[in-house]
């Protein structure tokens, strides 16, 4: 009796596989080099995912998705407003990115938490990438007494496109600490205005949630594991 797949089509036995090699219908162990044009087609195709990738958008997705989970909240997408410019009409924010909404256990109470999501694609994130409109919302949230942070997300190319295996989220008073510090540190032709991956995240453990295992793990020193109480590194902090 021939195996059937699950929308009822009938594979070949062993016998017709033998069979067909024979015939030379089928050889299993063939193997070429891509013609010229199919070369020319995979680097057109390879070409044409690399440029659907958008950072910005994939930081969203991927960061608000991991606050979702991690704290079991609600993470709310803040609306753009469209204002008229000369170069016609463009859409601007009014906030950061997003809130956060913790439940506090007491009726329909929130706490809410303002979350700018930013992300890179190689081994430096320029500052300049926060923009000052973005810089002050984010100061006028600590101003107005809400919890504000950043989530950076460092993304690399692999074979399949890109991926994201490490994020830092870092409260906004810190981070501007770690600006000021890295203007300090600026000599030759550092100026101190980017975050080199290879050099710079030195000391950022206490930020750090790694991918491991396909699961998002806050490092043992992360600042949030005191925050929320969080003990066991191994089975706590994962999303």
Wanted: charged share 25%; with cysteine; net charge positive.
């Amino acid at each position: 009796m021939p195996v059937m797949t699950s929308n009822g089509i009938a594979l070949p036995t062993l016998e017709e596989l033998e069979q067909m090699q024979q015939d030379g219908l089928l050889n299993l162990n063939e193997s070429r080099a891509l013609t010229a044009v199919e070369m020319q087609q995979a680097r057109a195709d390879r070409r044409a995912r690399a440029a659907k990738f958008k950072v910005g958008d994939e930081s969203e997705a991927r960061g608000s998705g991991w606050l979702s989970r991690f704290f079991n909240a609600e993470v709310r997408k803040n609306a753009l407003r469209q204002v008229l410019t000369p170069a016609g009409p463009q859409w601007v924010s009014q906030d950061v990115d997003f809130d956060l909404l913790r439940p506090l256990g007491i009726g329909d109470c929130h706490s809410i938490t303002k979350v700018e999501i930013k992300g890179t694609l190689g081994n430096s994130f320029p500052l300049s990438r926060i923009s000052d409109r973005e810089r002050g919302f984010l100061s006028r949230a600590l101003a107005h007494g809400y919890s504000a942070w950043l989530l950076c997300l460092w993304w690399h190319k692999t074979a399949a496109g890109q991926d994201c295996e490490l994020m830092h989220l870092v409260p906004w008073a810190e981070w501007k600490q770690i600006e000021a510090d890295l203007e300090a540190k600026a000599a030759g032709n550092f100026k101190g205005k980017s975050i080199r991956r290879k050099i710079d995240l030195k000391g950022w453990d206490k930020y750090a949630i790694r991918k491991v295992n396909q699961r998002w793990q806050l490092d043992k020193s992360h600042w949030l594991r005191a925050s929320l109480n969080l003990i066991d590194q191994y089975t706590q902090g994962d999303a």
